[in-house]
T-cell receptor, first 118, second 117 residues
Framework: EPEVTQTPSHQVTQMGQEVILRCVPISNHLYFYWYRQILGQKVEFLVS????????KSEIFDDQFSVERPDGSNFTLKIRSTKLEDSAMYFCASSEEYLVATLGEKLFFGSGTQLSVL | KNQVEQSPQSLIILEGKNCTLQCNYTVSPFSNLRWYKQDTGRGPVSLTI?????NTKSNGRYTATLDADTKQSSLHITASQLSDSASYIC????????????????FGSGTRLLVRP
């Protein structure tokens, strides 16, 4: 089965540093998402992206965060100045069509990038 | 407030036994409900997706039920295997099927299932 791949699997950074998390969605998918999961907590929506622009974002996704699709395959999440509370597992996901309109559309998650901010 | 609550938090069963996991939600309006399996350190993997009009959906040994009136769902695992050990997460999509709605899937905290030999 096709996969969403994320790199790196683990990232350690100093507070205040910029990090870029990378994702390669499934090739024929058009909708891309970032979610995060703080240790022991629920998975939380960050942002969705379609047609080279943000479709929707959560309250978590403030000015420190940005997303980009720099080429035809990669989808990145940038955190400009990391904070301790940004430590979490970050999941990239993609879907072929609009996630809820088709009702049965599957959302495929990557294995995640574990970000540790020291 | 839109919430998804799951029970139990954790469950230990013997290999070969059946189990049922519960999900209650307060999301309204509601579009569809999904069950995911998440292995430790991995991303969630979709098991079932049900719209508000569906009562049951099966995927191999996994059977999900949905009661949209009481806002409850369950995931039944039959003849458990060691590889079933994982977290099982109930996820609800807000919105109505007639209207393009939010991508903001609402996740439950999950039930951690451990299957012992």
């Amino acid at each position: 089965e096709p996969e969403v791949t994320q790199t790196p699997s683990h990232q350690v950074t100093q507070m205040g540093q910029e990090v870029i998390l990378r994702c390669v969605p499934i090739s024929n998918h058009l909708y891309f998402y970032w979610y995060r999961q703080i240790l022991g907590q629920k998975v939380e929506f960050l942002v969705s992206f379609y047609n080279n622009e943000i479709s929707e974002k959560s309250e978590i996704f403030d000015d420190q965060f940005s997303v980009e699709r720099p080429d035809g395959s990669n989808f990145t999440l940038k955190i400009r100045s990391t904070k301790l509370e940004d430590s979490a597992m970050y999941f990239c996901a993609s879907s072929e069509e609009y996630l809820v309109a088709t009702l049965g559309e599957k959302l495929f998650f990557g294995s995640g990038t574990q970000l540790s901010v020291l | 407030k839109n919430q998804v609550e799951q029970s139990p938090q954790s469950l230990i069963i013997l290999e070969g036994k059946n189990c049922t996991l519960q999900c209650n939600y307060t999301v309204s309006p509601f579009s569809n409900l999904r069950w995911y399996k998440q292995d430790t350190g991995r991303g969630p993997v979709s098991l079932t997706i049900m719209t508000f009009s569906e009562n049951t959906k099966s995927n191999g040994r996994y059977t999900a039920t949905l009661d949209a009136d009481t806002k409850q769902s369950s995931l039944h695992i039959t003849a458990s295997q060691l590889s079933d050990s994982a977290s099982y997460i109930c996820v609800v999509s807000p919105g109505t099927p007639e209207k393009d709605s939010s991508y903001k899937l609402i996740f439950g905290s999950g039930t951690r299932l451990l299957v012992r030999p």
